[in-house]
T-cell receptor, first 115, second 116 residues
Framework: AQKVTQAQTEISVVEKEDVTLDCVYETRDTTYYLFWYKQPPSGELVFLIRRNSFDEQNEISGRYSWNFQKSTSSFNFTITASQVVDSAVYFCALSEVGTGNQFYFGTGTSLTVIP | GAVVSQHPSWVICKSGTSVKIECRSLDFQATTMFWYRQFPKQSLMLMATSNEGSKATYEQGVEKDKFLINHASLTLSTLTVTSAHPEDSSFYIC????????????FGPGTRLTVT
């Protein structure tokens, strides 16, 4: 079974629109970490955020915000006022302490911001 | 943050030859490194876990004799693709794990392998 599900394969938005990327995870561990990475066309993964399972506070960093809800096993990512430079593939990932902190990546969401 | 490098960043080789990819943690020691493979428009798939001083652990379906992994020091792991074939063409990414909690993983920039 897929541990991390990103149901949105591709999303296109017009510049300055807000966009939310969904991430649903599955784990039996009580201690785990959730991540979001951006992968531009160059291929290098760019770390965006890490949350641990005990910290459900939402976080905002500039135009980025994250909504972590353990009750629905979701860790959604919102980009406000999107820009062309936000065009990339975004991966959500889960790391479980119980499996030696192995990373489980979602299938990724390809975001295209149209100018 | 910690830095992980990969060398080369891209390589083209002929079918049947072998190619070695290096993964280095530049400013920290990593007892564990991971190797991932990513085909176009797909996610990262874990190939193997590399532990310093011991044999690598391969994921199901990954041929250990084809993808040789050596983790001889706390800062270097190498992946050798032996007898490469065009289907081995892919983007290979390594990560190095911090040795203490929360065992943060840092990813390298990736190596694009093309087998002709």
């Amino acid at each position: 079974a897929q541990k991390v599900t990103q149901a949105q394969t591709e999303i296109s938005v017009v510049e300055k629109e807000d966009v939310t990327l969904d991430c649903v995870y599955e784990t039996r561990d009580t201690t785990y970490y959730l991540f979001w990475y951006k992968q531009p066309p160059s291929g290098e993964l760019v770390f965006l955020i890490r949350r641990n399972s005990f910290d459900e506070q939402n976080e905002i960093s500039g135009r980025y915000s994250w909504n972590f809800q353990k009750s629905t096993s979701s860790f959604n990512f919102t980009i406000t006022a999107s820009q062309v430079v936000d065009s990339a593939v975004y991966f959500c990932a889960l790391s479980e302490v119980g499996t030696g902190n192995q990373f489980y990546f979602g299938t990724g969401t390809s975001l295209t911001v149209i100018p | 943050g910690a830095v992980v490098s990969q060398h080369p960043s891209w390589v083209i080789c002929k079918s049947g030859t072998s190619v070695k990819i290096e993964c280095r943690s530049l400013d920290f020691q990593a007892t564990t490194m991971f190797w991932y493979r990513q085909f176009p428009k797909q996610s990262l798939m874990l190939m193997a876990t590399s532990n310093e001083g011991s044999k690598a652990t391969y994921e199901q379906g990954v041929e250990k004799d084809k993808f040789l992994i050596n983790h001889a020091s706390l800062t270097l792991s190498t992946l050798t693709v032996t007898s490469a074939h065009p289907e081995d063409s892919s983007f290979y990414i390594c990560s190095a794990r911090w040795a203490a909690p929360p065992y943060e993983q840092y990813f390298g920039p990736g190596t694009r392998l093309t087998v002709t």
